[in-house]
């Protein structure tokens, strides 16, 4: 069966090979394995299949920097057709070896990477689609819609799809992300609370299942599947099209931090506004995101640069007083017609609120700067070399009912006591029925929970410490009865995976067996795969 494949399939095999006999000490041993046809240096893989050291130590980390593990070979795919090769071959193998699907790496704990199998680099594909990798387009029924590679970029989404004077409605904080990658998890973002995440705005996605078939699916058609790879977190197939829902874009945001010293009032005054949640309602937030300002850390973050230069004594004064203050951060959209009347709709919004007046700050920015506001200090961050560091991040849903509890017992006691918390800690509600039940993400059992977000960096030598706070974290909530939810989950057993899933385990477990019964995709996870 084999003989139908493309050459550089052929090679698959004896890659892997090559991982596990490396120690022999001959020069590219596996040579002398292939058919006489093959025993060639000049064989077609400059764009297909690599084993090179630059490829293989790209393939071998993520963003988190915190976990290694070495692939035998890094897949440089040209088409869709490429990847549903590599599938096939390795379902025909006596052997099947794994697959993980790589966008940006920006996962923190080794989920893109694939020991001894191979990587499946997606972001090569840009280059072979000839303008075609976003259309947009429109329907009666549908609106305008964009039709969009796996592979491509939430930023180039943005810019594509505003030359037609739409655009998603649903982001996540960073958008130098890959479509595919953030569909496999959720997409989260302040927006969130309103629109839903991203994989709640979505039509319809062309997926290349763990059996190698090429499947179009959507709530309509092959709906299985469609729910499936929705926060499936890669288990059951490789995003290679999605169809985004757009609406029309605004041109400007007002963008405003309030200030709070009382978590109660905080917590109360988010969930009054993401109660304000119509699609179409108008006197309702188009953005909401929480996060906590400390004596460890700064006014400022790689998040933005946002507060005057002029009150951060003030601020900092604050924080020295209280410890800790609660930082809301909202924004809404105007356009031509609406930005006579923004200071008048946010004034309402803000009637009863409970923020300190004396803390308010605004800014009146472009969409696009507003979207892309990571990207100024993710800039500086390269530029001083701190960038490529450790980031021992933990991403946390909260039940409403335990959040007052999470504030005590995390914040105010583990959090300030071990005193090292210096990046970004993000804390803001979501609603439960902006979700769709039917995909496999999954979320609290409650009407409103909170998303928290301890987004560390560190120095090489020292990330163990913010594991070890991450652990505490973790034990505290399981002591206390907390039923909390990773997202960007990370196990170390299976039962703890079980666990995550809870009632939707046996389902997961069940459309893996459909999609995927060899159990070749995304092993970073170890889901089904514990070594």
């Known amino acids: 069966m084999a003989e139908n494949f493309p050459t550089y399939i052929k090679l698959i095999i004896f890659l892997i090979s090559l991982r596990l006999v490396s120690t022999v000490g001959k020069s590219k041993p596996w040579i002398s394995m292939l058919p006489p046809d093959l025993q060639t240096e000049e064989m077609e893989v400059e764009y297909k299949l690599r084993d090179d050291p630059y490829s293989i130590k790209l393939a ?38 794994s697959i993980a699907a790589r966008g940006q790496g920006h996962s923190v704990r080794g989920q893109s990477m694939a020991h001894n199998g191979v990587v499946v680099d997606m972001t090569s594909l840009r280059k072979f689609r000839n303008g075609s990798g976003i259309v947009v387009s429109s329907s009666p029924s549908l609106g305008f819609y964009a039709d969009v590679g796996g592979e491509q970029l939430w930023v180039d989404v943005l ?13 996540t904080d960073y958008l130098y992300l890959t479509v595919g990658g953030t569909l496999s998890n959720a997409g989260i973002s302040g927006q969130t609370f ?37 926060g499936g977190l890669g288990q059951f197939g490789v995003i290679v099209r999605a169809r985004i829902a757009l609406e029309q874009a605004p041109k400007r945001v007002k963008w405003v931090r309030i200030l709070y010293n009382d978590f109660t009032t905080f917590a109360r005054d988010q969930e009054h506004l993401i109660s304000l949640n119509g699609r179409r309602q108008k006197n309702a937030l188009d953005f909401l995101e929480g996060s906590l300002l400390m004596n460890q850390g700064t006014t400022e973050n790689w998040r933005s640069s946002f507060f005057p230069t002029s009150d951060h004594s003030r601020i900092i004064s604050l924080v020295t007083q209280h410890k800790i203050v609660y930082c809301l951060e909202v924004a809404k959209y105007c356009d031509d017609h609406t930005k006579n009347t923004m200071n008048k709709e946010l004034g309402i919004l803000f009637q009863g609120l409970s923020f300190m007046p004396e803390f308010m700050f605004e800014k009146d920015v472009s969409y696009v700067d507003f979207l892309n506001r990571v990207r100024g200090g993710e800039l500086k961050l390269q530029s001083q070399g701190l960038w490529e560091v450790p980031h021992p991040w933990l991403n946390l849903f909260i039940p409403k009912t335990n959040i007052s509890d999470f504030n005590s017992g995390v914040f105010k006691d583990i959090v300030l006591k071990r005193n090292i918390t210096t990046g970004p800690v993000l804390l803001y509600p979501m609603n439960r029925n902006k979700w769709d039940e039917r995909t496999s993400a999954v979320i609290p059992d409650e009407e409103v929970f909170y998303t928290v977000g301890f987004l560390h960096s560190s120095g090489f030598d020292g990330w163990e410490s913010f594991d ?25 057993t299976h039962q703890g995976w079980i666990n995550h899933f809870g009632s939707k385990w046996k389902t997961f477990r069940e459309r893996k067996a459909l999609f995927d019964p060899n159990k070749i995709l995304s092993p970073g996870q170890r889901i089904f795969n514990h070594r």
Not at 203 to 211: A, P
């Open 468 to 492: 070890y706070q991450n652990k505490e974290i973790l034990k505290f909530c399981e002591t206390a009865g907390i039923k909390v939810k990773q997202y960007l989950p990370h196990y170390n």
């Open 159 to 171: 810019h594509a799809t505003l030359q037609h004077g739409v655009a998603p409605v649903s982001w």
């Open 194 to 230: 309103r629109y839903g995440p991203q994989i709640s705005n979505v039509y319809e996605m062309d997926v290349i299942t763990g059996k190698g078939e090429f499947v179009s699916c959507s709530p309509q058609k092959n709906s299985e599947l469609f729910y499936a790879v929705l």
């Open 60 to 97: 071998s980390t993520d963003y988190g920097h915190l976990v290694r593990e070495i692939p035998a070979a890094v897949l440089y795919p040209s088409s869709s057709k490429d990847i549903a090769a590599l599938i096939n071959f390795s379902n025909n193998v006596s052997v099947p070896f």
